[in-house]
């Protein structure tokens, strides 16, 4: 009893996409939070999805996470488009070296056999050296490449694990608390609304920004992410989710 048919794989597909009001969702058998082979199921899916919406010149923002390391992981070389690009969503965000956005960047686009820009922004700074720091024409460049991408692929964390994982200061922790954030993505805490109750300040990709992207492609799974999941989709923002059977099936239960 333990594979599931692709039928009824179509199924909850179908009812994923029903309940979170979306044109596509892939679902991987399993439960990523306990089966390693899950995250790196749902990074080949990803990695195919992603290579048949390319086009030449496109350019491709990607987050950091470690179910964001497994489609980098599964990336093949691309052979349908040309010039494809890879950049960091956001600067700094407060993750580990193997978490972070420039580190799935590098690793996808050298699988891809693509090119790639890296944000040398370090995690929320002061406001002085901040304002400096994006004057750079160095910077500045990659940033606007940023703000051109076609295509945008994210991690969703719960937001408490992520609070964590980031280390983030005492008083922040709070205020996210105090909002009662349930979801993460790309370093903005959401509500179970879908409301900003906190982001963390820094360049690149802001909220705003996605609504300029031809395909918002988000990645995650688990059975533990699931309230993260129905809330950070209250944004209606993304058209495509990829996750599991266990976080599909939390969802249609109702989160
Ligand atoms: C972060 C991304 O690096 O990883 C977030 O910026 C995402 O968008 C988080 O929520 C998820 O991490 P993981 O390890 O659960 O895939």
């Known amino acids: 009893a333990f594979m599931l048919e692709a039928s ?7 009812r994923v996409r029903e309940t979170l009001g979306i044109d596509n969702c892939i679902v991987v058998p399993g439960n990523s939070d306990t089966q390693d082979w ?11 999805l992603l290579e048949g919406m390319l086009h030449p010149n496109y350019t491709v923002a990607v987050t950091g996470g470690t179910t964001m390391a497994a489609l980098a992981a599964a990336m093949p070389p691309i052979h349908t488009a040309e010039n494809v690009m890879f950049v960091p969503a956001r600067g700094g965000i407060g993750e580990q070296v193997e978490n972070e956005a420039n580190t799935i960047c590098a690793a ?3 699988r891809a056999r693509s090119q790639y820009r890296l944000l040398y922004v370090p995690d929320p700074i002061g406001e002085e050296s901040y304002q400096t720091i994006i004057e750079e024409p160095s910077v500045k460049e990659v940033l606007s490449i940023i703000n051109r991408s076609n295509v945008v692929i994210h991690g969703i ?18 205020k996210i608390k105090s909002g009662v954030a349930v979801s993460e993505a790309f370093g903005y805490y959401f509500d179970a609304e879908g409301n900003v109750v906190h982001r963390v300040r820094t ?10 992207a031809e395909h918002v492609i988000a990645i995650a799974g688990g059975a533990s992410k699931a309230r993260a999941i129905a809330s950070y989709f209250k944004l209606g923002q993304n058209n495509i989710l990829v996750t599991d059977e266990a976080a599909a099936n939390q969802l249609i239960k109702g989160y």
């Open 8 to 14: 009824e794989i179509g199924v909850l597909e179908q």
């Open 38 to 48: 899950v995250k790196q199921e749902m990074g080949k899916r990803c990695a195919q």
């Open 108 to 110: 996808m686009a050298k």
């Open 157 to 174: 964390g719960d937001a408490m694990t992520m609070a964590k994982r980031r280390r983030t200061p005492a008083p922040l922790v709070a």
């Open 203 to 212: 360049v690149g990709l802001q909220l705003e920004d996605l609504d300029k």
